[in-house]
């Protein structure tokens, strides 16, 4: 569940930017197309792979989308060899077709290996599927490609058969094996522990960064004018050595100095990839330091955060929610019953699990959706931020009721009185405390086990 729940939200998209970032390096630089004789490894599809592994096969064809776009700009410089010049839809002569072998014969590829990679996720000795499905990604990608060149270009003379010609050489096996091998190990590390805390405690920390969008706007910023200033270095390094070489008496032709722009232009690719990279780990650094920090501020005995902690983060979610207006936010305070009584009759360690139980299911009830807070001793405070209906509430306060009944020491039954209290325009987060306490005097005054909201009082199903 904690692995499923890390794909969600900002996580997610970070994954995906780090990937197309990834496949963008590699295939603008020699990462992707390793030549070592009499070894050639094409590794530039690996990311392809890896996006089935860590998100699932949308992502992955997403990959090979990119994979074919930046193969089929890598074809239309004139320095090419003809049959690479197949990939280039204003050099082959066939532009659809060019498409079909250049982007969606790698999306294909991506979408069939994020299926297989999806089927194996969960099965019986997943780690044996994973490994089959990336030692045979490279041949599957060759057969793809060569079957598309075959029905596109036939006058090629190539087809799915080159790909069978293939299988055993030595570059075969050890592209075959370098992918495999780098699939598992990011395979296992998306399965350890370690790493789902570490992407879990990333998107938590949202709740508790201060300038989240001055943070990014600030990304932005950086990116775009990082972006114009490479733009404005390629094209002058490509004048300067036009003059360079016509003092020398080197006359450059049309077509050189085309070549020599498409080649500063994947220069320019593959910094910005670099760059994204660099980017994306700066913003897991920053939220895993905020998290670490905001988990230093947290009550050690429940977990939940301590009242300082907690009125910060309110004033936080508060401000930010006061753009779209603070209509269907509410704010509770809940009150253990009788926690007096439980200390007196089962002693303090009973008092401790009281409170630690109470906590664990106010976290599991509001914690996804909202703030959780220990203000002191047996009261704790919860903030909604996300807007809700009332009838939504009530239906949330009824489970955690029920939720929280069915605890139970010895013939001791846990149970919580609540107030709650919907914020209006430009209420302050003292003026919110203040009314939701009287609504949970109104709730105790009542008998206890019950909630209150504004001046009705409800009483949940005992």
Known sequence: MLQQNNRQGQVRWYILGTLVALELLMSFSFLGYIHVEPISITTAYIPVLLAGVLLGPWEAMALGGVFGLASMWKA???????????????????????????????????LLVGL?????????????????VAFLGPF????????????????????????????????DVVTKLVTMAIVLVVWRL?????????????????????GERYHRLSMVLVLIVTTCSAVAVAIYFV?????????????????????????????????????????????????????????????ALTGVMTRRTFYHACVRALEK??????????????????????????????????????????????????????????????????????????EELQAFQTRIRSVEWG??????????WRAVPGQRIESLYQQADQMLYQAKEAGRDRYVLGQEALTGDR
């Open 76 to 110: 239309t410089a004139h320095y090419v060899v003809n049959t690479d010049q197949l990939f280039s839809p204003t050099t082959s002569g066939n532009p659809f077709g060019s498409f079909v072998l250049s982007v969606v014969s790698r999306m294909l590829f991506g």
């Open 116 to 132: 297989l990679l999806q089927c194996f996720r969960n099965a019986r000795l997943a780690g044996g599927w994973v490994a089959l």
């Open 140 to 171: 599957l990608h060759a057969l793809l490609v060569y079957g598309a060149m075959a029905l596109c270009f036939p006058e090629a003379g190539y087809g799915p058969a080159v790909a069978v010609e293939d299988l055993g050489t030595p570059s």
């Open 190 to 210: 998306d399965r350890s522990q370690r790493w789902n805390q570490f992407l879990f405690q990333v998107e938590a920390a949202r709740k508790f960064s201060a």
């Open 239 to 299: 004048q300067r050595m036009n003059k360079v070489l016509s003092q020398e008496g080197i006359q450059l032709s049309e077509t050189h100095y085309e070549d020599l722009l498409h080649l500063q232009i994947q220069f320019l690719i593959g910094i910005l990839s670099m760059m994204a990279l660099v980017i994306v780990f700066l913003i897991f650094n920053r939220r895993y330091a905020t998290y670490k920090n905001a988990e230093a501020k947290r009550d």
């Open 321 to 394: 929610a006061g753009a779209q207006g603070t209509e269907g936010i509410y704010f509770l305070m809940v009150d253990l019953d009788q926690f007096k009584e439980i200390n007196d009759r089962h002693g303090h360690p009973a008092g401790d699990w009281a409170l630690r139980e109470t906590a664990r299911a106010l976290r599991d009830s509001f914690g996804r959706s909202g703030l959780v807070g220990r203000i002191g001793g047996d009261e704790f405070a919860v903030l909604l931020p996300t807007p809700r209906t009332r009838e939504a509430l009530e």
């Open 411 to 420: 013939e001791t039954r846990l149970t919580c009185s609540i107030g709650g």
